[in-house]
Structures are given as structure tokens and as C-alpha cells.
């Protein structure tokens, strides 16, 4: 079965749902959504993971991915896979922060800012991650981070003054939540929007990757990386879960080893590429420096009032994770 995301939105208007029953049928489609370029590597990763689950199970299950946003926007993937509309697709954990506090784990303020401690904290989190996608009806493949993030500025930003007033591409609660506290003006842009937006002035800063600079070309408009390293936000890979139940055990079992696979090359590349794009970036004309001390010290005060906050929104089961974290 092909999924015509257009026909099924249409029908799931008419009908309000879409029956998963034909899902899992041998010589079935999934077509799988993405929301960053071709070339990013969470995508090719997930093209090779795609590749692993169709050669392995020998056709019985084919996986395409649909790369660019170019199936479902990169803000639309996970209702889709949750109502149905799509089977499997990616998204940016901490997107998803007003679903459940469980979402901005990875994306607390100067909690876990190395690849170790991400992987750490990663672990201690699962858990309760998973249970909260089964609740929502999915089930989680694989989850890749991204390098660690930086203070992007078309302005030198060597204190909290040099930022007031700056337009602030956010993309989750917490970077909403940073821009208001540091006096700058957020606004939500996805990652597809964000070259038109940096070009037209509609975003002069942002903390993000080096990843998506370089994948959008950043330096064509943005003078400053400041290598903040605050957080490491991860993308995950989801499934929904009806779709997931009508799999045979042994599709299942070759969809969590490719998932594995998939894990496992995503820390490791994301690791490698993090002072590659940054030497990047200065190839191309940007100016990357360490955060200045008085700026760093503003970053740090809004990281605390925001661990504290995320802490009281989650309760026990936040404090659970941290417990087994510093362990």
C-alpha cells in the first residue's frame, strides 16, 4: 500500500480516522516523514535505516523516507504518525514540550552538555519517554541528538545588553522561554523556514546546532556563533503503535536491530560532525568565539530558573530521572 498523505488527509476529514488493519500486510509501504534535508545526517541515517528494514525483510516491508518536510511539515509529523495519516517519522523531542514536560528532558539549560553526559541522561530518561509515547499511542525506534547548542547573533553578543531586542527564532518552550527572560523577541520558525527568515530579518538570532547552520547556510546572513554548548536535543524516530502490533515478531525484531544500528551511527556522527561544522562556519566568513562571561552568566541564571520550573511541572517523575542520572 502507497500513502497518498493528501487523499488520507482528506478522508480522515470525511471519516475522522484511519484505519491501520491493511498496515502491516506483506509487500506493504511505509512511507516515512522527515523534516530536515537529504543531506542532514539524521536523514541519511534514516535512509540507511530504511534501506537495512526493506533488505532485510527481504520487500516484505518497504521503507521510504520523504526527506525536506516534503510529506508532513516538520510541526505536523508527530500528529500525523500519532492519528494515522503517516505510519512512521522523526521529530525534535522537545518540540513536543506542551504534550508532556517529559518532551524537554533533553533540553534542559546546562543539565547534560556532553555527549556523555547526553547519552547518560538519555538513558535515565527513557523510560519514562516510552511509557509516555505508549500512552499516545506510539512506540519509540530510535533517538539521535544533535551537536551540542550554540548562540547564533548578526551581532557581536558579548553581554545580556548586546541581545535585548533581537528577533529570536525558537523552536520549543525552553528556547521560547530564554528569548523572553534575555529580552529578546521570540517567534517559532521550522528549520525549513529558517534561511528566508534570517534573509528578510524576520530572525537575527537564534541558539541552535551547528548542524543547521551549516545545513541552511547560515553564514550567508549571520555574522556570530558563540559555542554555548547549553543542551543537546535529540530527534526520535516513532511508529504508530497499531501499525507497529500488525508487524510479524520477526519484522519487528529486524525493524528494533536497524534501530539499533541506527542509534549507534547517530551518536557517533553527531560527535563527529560538532567541531566540523564550526570549522565550517569559519571557512565561510563567520566569526566563532566561546561565550564571553557576563553573556555565559545570563545563559546560566535563565538555565537554573528553568530547571527549577521544568523540575515543578514534572514532579516526581522529574526528579526520578535526575536521581538516576547523578547516580
Not at 502507497?2 to 478522508?11: C, D, E, G, S, Y
Not at 530536515?36 to 536523514?43: E, G, V
Not at 519514562?128 to 506510539?138: M, N, Q, S, V
Not at 546546532?209 to 535529540?234: C, H, I, N, Q
Request: charge should be negative; glycine fraction near 8%; aromatic fraction near 10%.
Amino acid at each position: 500500500m502507497k500513502f497518498n498523505h493528501r487523499a488520507i488527509l482528506t478522508a480522515a476529514t470525511l471519516m475522522g480516522s484511519v484505519c491501520f488493519s491493511t498496515l502491516a500486510q506483506a509487500g506493504d509501504r511505509w512511507d516515512m516523514a522527515l523534516a530536515y534535508a537529504a543531506s542532514n545526517y539524521h536523514s541519511e541515517i534514516a535512509a540507511e535505516f530504511a534501506k537495512e528494514v526493506t533488505d532485510k525483510s527481504k520487500g516484505d516491508l518497504e521503507i521510504v523516507t520523504h526527506p525536506g518536510g516534503s510529506l508532513f511539515k516538520g510541526d505536523e509529523i508527530f500528529g500525523a504518525v500519532r492519528r494515522g495519516l503517516v505510519p512512521i517519522g522523526e521529530r525534535l523531542i522537545s518540540a513536543l514540550s506542551n504534550d508532556d514536560p517529559i518532551y524537554e528532558v533533553d533540553s534542559v539549560p546546562f543539565l547534560a552538555t556532553s555527549f556523555e553526559d547526553s547519552w547518560k541522561l538519555y538513558q535515565a530518561s527513557k523510560g519514562e519517554l516510552e511509557k509516555t509515547l505508549d500512552e499516545a499511542g506510539l512506540v519509540l525506534l530510535y533517538s539521535i541528538p544533535w551537536p551540542p547548542q550554540g548562540f547564533y547573533s548578526v551581532k557581536p553578543a558579548n553581554g545580556p545588553e548586546d541581545v535585548k531586542g533581537l528577533k529570536f527564532r525558537a523552536y520549543n518552550t525552553t528556547t521560547s522561554q530564554i528569548a523572553d527572560m534575555l529580552g529578546m523577541v521570540p517567534a517559532k520558525i521550522e528549520t525549513a523556514e529558517l534561511s528566508q527568515a534570517f534573509a528578510t530579518g524576520v530572525a537575527q538570532s537564534m541558539i541552535s546546532s551547528g548542524s543547521t547552520g551549516y545545513d541552511r547556510k547560515l553564514w550567508e546572513y549571520v555574522s556570530y556563533f558563540y559555542d554555548v554548548r547549553a543542551w543537546l536535543p535529540r530527534n526520535m524516530v516513532v511508529v504508530n503503535k497499531e501499525a507497529w502490533d500488525g508487524l510479524s515478531e520477526e519484522t519487528k525484531t529486524i525493524i528494533l536491530n536497524a534501530s539499533a544500528t541506527a542509534e549507534k551511527k547517530g551518536w557517533a556522527k553527531a560527535e563527529e560532525l560538532a567541531n566540523w561544522y564550526l570549522e565550517q562556519f569559519k571557512e565561510n566568513g563567520m566569526t566563532v568565539d566561546t561565550v564571553q562571561p557576563a553573556m555565559l552568566a545570563a545563559f546560566q541564571d535563565v538555565g537554573a530558573k528553568l530547571r527549577d520550573e521544568w523540575l515543578e511541572k514534572i514532579g516526581d517523575r522529574g526528579q526520578a530521572i535526575l536521581d538516576a542520572y547523578n547516580k
